[in-house]
């Protein structure tokens, strides 16, 4: 559902991590317009708490700035508007030139990639290099 009549995004997932921090509201469509506002999943990606990989993107300098907290193992957990949870575990950490590289969107397992500008301490805008951490369902979960 449209937060407000013109909008042209939605929540579709709650976003907690471990350490306790505020939960983040992720929406649909990852425009300039909708990251001012939240993380959001990129169109195209996998459906979230689906196989494949999902992709969600957020600004370094706000909401995304926790990234640079998390830590291999970590968990942190998708809450979708059903009600239902989805945990994940953080499998890998990396730093990608997203001029000359392209994230795989094919996964047997519900995979999260949540993705934000680096370095997180640049002091201007832009730039090619993309802080990526990779989620997955915790062994016991899948």
């Known amino acids: ?15 907690h991590f ?12 990852a425009s300039g317009r909708n990251l001012a506002f939240g993380p959001a999943l990129m169109d195209g990606s996998a459906e979230l708490g689906e196989p494949g ?20 193992g970590e968990r942190f957990e998708l809450e979708l508007p059903d009600g239902s949870s989805h945990p994940y575990e953080v499998a890998a950490i990396d730093v990608v030139d997203s001029s000359n590289a392209a994230l795989r969107l094919d996964a047997a397992e519900p995979t999260i990639a949540l993705v934000t500008c680096w370095p997180f301490d640049a002091l201007g ?13 915790p062994p016991s979960h899948w």
């Open 1 to 15: 559902m449209r937060p407000w009549p013109w909008a042209d995004t939605w929540p579709v997932a709650r976003l």
């Open 53 to 72: 990989v999902s992709v969600i993107a957020g600004h370094r300098d706000t909401h995304f700035r926790a990234l640079a907290e998390l830590a291999l």
């Open 18 to 29: 471990a350490s306790g921090a505020e939960p983040l509201t992720v929406l649909a469509g």
């Open 125 to 137: 805008p832009g730039g090619a290099l993309r802080f990526v951490v990779t989620g997955r369902p």
